[in-house]
């Protein structure tokens, strides 16, 4: 199947982070384990590696379904392959983990569950927006700068 070209990545009103790094695919092979003689790569697996634009965290893919008092951070978050393929690195590992700390923290403050943050999208959530200003205010941005909804490619955003 053919993959549809991207002007730029998703936007997201529930954004606690941001990242960028290259999509970096490694082999999805047809045996298991990797190593096991006569191994090949699968076909029409490996579909995109190169550049990647920048992103942004979605609050919602950290928090796990039935479970209350549990943030997922890091290369755990809920995510197709393909993202996980730029999820993996330092840079986002530290922005996920610091939105993680400081969503817990202002949930434990405000004595409400963190999906209570996000149950009621797509309509305006004040308390996120509240969330989402203590971030930017320590220091982890929840979007890259002049990125709208109303800009349609990553050139608009130089």
Known sequence: AEMPQRARA?????????????????PCMTKSPAEAPG?????????????????????????????DNLLVAGKTIATSYIAAAAYRVHSFEWSAG????TTIDFALERGIFPDELIDDMPSKE???????????????PTAFPETSIFNNTWDEWK
């Open 39 to 67: 191994n090949s790569e699968r076909a029409g697996i490996r579909r995109g590696q190169g550049s990647a634009y920048p992103f942004q965290i979605p609050l919602r893919a950290m928090i796990p379904q039935q479970i």
């Open 10 to 26: 998703t936007i997201f009103p529930d954004s606690v982070g941001i990242g960028h790094y290259a999509i970096d695919f490694h």
């Open 126 to 140: 004040w308390e996120l927006e509240v969330l989402q200003g203590r971030l930017q205010e320590n220091g982890n």
């Open 98 to 101: 610091a939105a993680a700390g």
